[in-house]
């Protein structure tokens, strides 16, 4: 955060003990990765932009975590904090993307042809298809650190980019601060309208400052193409449609990032991206594809069957509700979608999403007719390396 | 270093076309271009004072201040836009202006012969800032904690009727902290958007707490809103009992830090200083809680309330409302009045409306009691 402690020039005069936060309550990751000697390391460094190690952990401080969902408490406030401070962020990204190492490299795949199938997912079974991801604009410092002046250079960019899309791409931005009250209405019922972070682990990154200056929301006119500007990342894009055919949905979002991405870079601001990392977002939890595929699906049957958890494990899938990352499922439709960020490609993980939810939607069916899905236990899907 | 300096004063500016709040009535562009590049020793800089004004752009009704300091030079540093902030809100005091302090609670006359009929309670409370170390909107974890560790050794020392015990918030006890609730006495972390904008917030609840006699009379915050919160309080209405105590405890705790090197924070133009610029001067608020059910409805109430420098709020607080005709009644001034003038006004001013409530419950009219404007 651009306030605080972060860039007090004071506290050096204070000894690592003095400085050292009180993790004793605390289950994140960050509280399990920081020792006190990590600290003192870490503690005069800072980015060429300014971000030390204090505004790095400060939402983790701010935010202790939950007995059972383990939080990272961690955030980047540019490209560089991923180097600069690689001794704590390295065996953060270890532990929360299946022991990910400091010398791996990533997989970006973003060409659509290579995805398997994924036209005929059965729309009786699955009522939605949806992909997102997110990127960062190489230069400007991100959300948690960025300044105003930076916010609305990523905006400008952005709807330049956006307003040069055509064809089934061609659509309209709405800035949040001078949006109608009837083009309000329109995006909450679209379902598209976002609103100022409430939760106190974006707040407590500073992510919310300037509110809603430089903030938006762009989609095409068909309603299957979103970008959002400025909130958690510089860059939010997601591709959706109803019914079950992933495969034009994953060829639209790629299409569409491609196309955005040469107008970045004709302007020398591409996508933050390296070889070991792969895409660049603000959270550690985000990066390498930053992608979350996935379906709403009706399983009532296979939700309620003893293997449901250990098949989901298995395709390296994870479910949630549909109303997003935190709520129960409603009359036993599920959005199902991959778990991996890292180390596999966008189509990787896309394949196991589509692959993965054919033969649940085929054990369904199974169980529907009151026959065994025994012998369709799937073997466990090797991890991205 | 900072990549906003690549950009111009326009392009940084931050958009207050939505804003009511004064730091968004006195930040002009042109000014905002003159500061953007100064920091304070610490690094505290324009867009931290007024980030909290950017993010919280206000009620149309209640103007607040949209800025914080964040150490003792900001009111140096940044005077350009905090001069006209102080004097907006603090009735035209000028920035040649010099403030009195009086802590001497035998200047006060009277006050201790409120009608306990009518007032229900007494309170003053202040805040000190410790010279030397950064505000709670920057101050690091390090500097916290040494200003808890000072102030828990000072007040450890006080005796006699100060006697008391600090509970640091994250050492707590279930049973300590219901008993501190019960008491009233329990401050929680800060929800208002206003006051987590500015950082104050940050590794909540490290380094926390609160301190009270054993007889419950006087307490004090330690890293809420500013370094320390200080209280004084009583049921019924012997205000020169609460003041006195008020000077006492003060005046102690002070020559206790002086003894360890280190002052409250202190000029003869802002007196105390502290996080907010509304709580500069004094930064005290001595008020009664007294029963007005006759008075407050008379369409005169908020004339006289206003003639005497007083202000009226809900007994929960600064922004309720009345309840059983009771209301909360307090000096409005802070700047330019000494501690002694506003503890004066509100003993002098409670006896009048006490007065004028009675003059109304007999049927009679209070033509004749209604006072010059102070």
């Not at chain 1, 682990?201 to 903030?215: C, K, N, S, T």
């Not at chain 1, 169980?367 to 991205?384: C, R, V, Y």
């Not at chain 2, 049921?235 to 005046?251: A, D, I």
Request: with cysteine; net charge negative; hydrophobic share 35%.
């Amino acid at each position: 955060m651009p306030f605080g402690n972060t860039h007090n020039n004071f506290k050096l005069n204070y000894s690592v003990e003095d400085e050292f936060p009180d993790l004793t309550k605390h289950n994140n990751h960050m509280a399990k990765v920081l020792t006190k000697e990590m600290y003192a390391k870490l503690r005069d460094k800072q980015t060429p932009t300014g971000f030390t190690v204090d505004d790095v952990i400060q939402t983790g401080v701010d935010n202790p975590g939950h007995p059972f969902i383990m939080t990272v408490g961690c955030v980047a406030g540019d490209e560089e904090s991923y180097e600069v401070f690689k001794d704590l962020l390295d065996p953060v990204i270890s532990d929360r993307h299946g022991g990910y190492k400091a010398t791996d490299k990533h997989k970006t795949d973003l060409n659509f042809e290579n995805l398997k199938g994924g036209d005929d997912l059965d729309p009786n079974y699955v009522l939605s298809s949806r992909v997102r991801t997110g990127r960062s604009i190489k230069g400007y410092a991100l959300p948690p650190h960025n300044s105003r002046g930076e916010r609305r250079a990523v905006e400008k960019l952005s709807v330049e980019a956006l307003n040069s899309l055509d064809g089934e791409f061609k659509g309209k931005y709405y800035p949040l601060k001078s949006m109608t009250d009837a083009e309000q209405e329109q995006l909450i019922a679209d379902h598209f309208l976002f609103d100022k972070p409430v939760s106190p682990l974006l707040l407590g990154a500073g992510m919310a400052r300037d509110w809603p200056d430089a903030r938006g929301i762009w989609h095409n006119e068909n309603k299957t193409f979103l970008v959002w500007v400025n909130e958690e990342d510089h860059l939010r894009v997601i591709s959706m449609q109803k019914g079950g055919n992933m495969k034009e949905v994953f060829k639209r979002f790629c299409v569409g990032l491609q196309r955005i991405e040469e107008i970045f870079k004709k302007h020398n601001h591409g996508f933050m991206w390296n070889e070991h990392l792969g895409f660049i977002l603000t959270c550690p939890s985000n990066l390498g594809t930053g992608l979350r595929g996935g379906v709403h699906v009706k399983l009532p049957k296979l939700s309620t069957h003893a293997k449901f958890e250990e098949i989901l494990n298995r395709l390296r899938l994870q479910k949630r509700g549909t109303g997003g990352v935190d709520t129960a499922s409603v009359g036993g439709v599920f959005d199902i979608s991959n778990a991996d960020r890292i180390g596999s490609s966008e189509v990787d993980q896309v394949q196991c999403v589509v692959d993965g939810v054919k033969l649940m939607v085929e054990m369904e069916k199974k169980l529907e007719k009151g026959e065994s899905i025994d012998s369709m236990i799937p073997a466990q899907k090797a991890p991205p390396l | 270093l900072n990549l906003k300096m690549n950009f111009t004063a326009e392009q940084e500016y931050p958009d207050l076309s939505q804003h009511s709040n004064h730091m968004a009535k006195v930040l002009t562009l042109e000014m905002y271009a003159n500061l953007r590049d100064k920091q304070t020793s610490s690094g505290f800089t324009v867009d931290d004072v007024i980030q909290t004004g950017v993010d919280n752009p206000g009620h149309p009704f209640i103007m607040t201040v949209g800025c914080v300091a964040g150490d003792e030079e900001t009111y140096e540093v940044f005077k350009d836009l905090l001069d006209p902030i102080i004097e907006d809100r603090h009735g035209g005091y000028k920035p040649t202006d010099k403030h009195k302090t009086d802590l001497n609670p035998d200047n006060l006359q009277g006050g201790d012969d409120l009608d306990p009929n009518y007032v229900l309670s007494s309170r003053v409370r202040t805040g000190r800032s410790i010279r030397g170390f950064c505000l709670p909107p920057h101050c690091s974890r390090g500097e916290r904690r040494a200003i808890e560790g000072l102030s828990v050794e000072a007040l450890g020392v006080l005796d006699g009727d100060l006697k008391g015990k600090y509970y640091a918030l994250k050492d707590m006890t279930e049973e300590e902290q219901q008993q501190l609730i019960d008491d009233h006495f329990l401050f929680d972390k800060p929800v208002s958007p206003l006051l987590l904008a500015s950082g104050m917030a940050r590794d909540w609840p490290d380094g926390r707490g609160i301190w009270h006699n054993d007889n419950k009379t006087f307490l004090v915050w330690v890293n809420e809103e500013d370094h320390l919160r200080v209280i004084s309080m009583q049921k019924g209405g012997n205000m020169k009992e609460v003041f006195n105590r008020f000077c006492t405890g003060l005046t102690k705790i002070e020559e206790l830090f002086k003894e360890k090197g280190h002052e409250f924070m202190w000029n003869e133009h802002l007196g105390y200083v502290l996080t907010c610029p509304s709580n500069l001067g004094t930064g005290l608020r001595g008020g009664v809680h007294v029963k007005l059910p006759n008075l407050s409805k008379h369409e005169k109430f908020g004339e006289v309330l206003k003639r005497l420098r007083l202000q009226k709020r809900g007994t929960g607080g600064v922004d309720t409302a009345a309840v059983g005709g009771v209301f909360d009644i307090s000096n409005a001034d802070r700047l330019g009045f000494s501690e002694v003038e506003l503890v004066q006004m509100v003993v002098d001013g409670v006896k009048l409306l006490i007065e004028m409530e009675k003059r109304l419950e007999a049927g009679q009219s209070i033509n004749d009691l209604m006072p010059e404007q102070k």
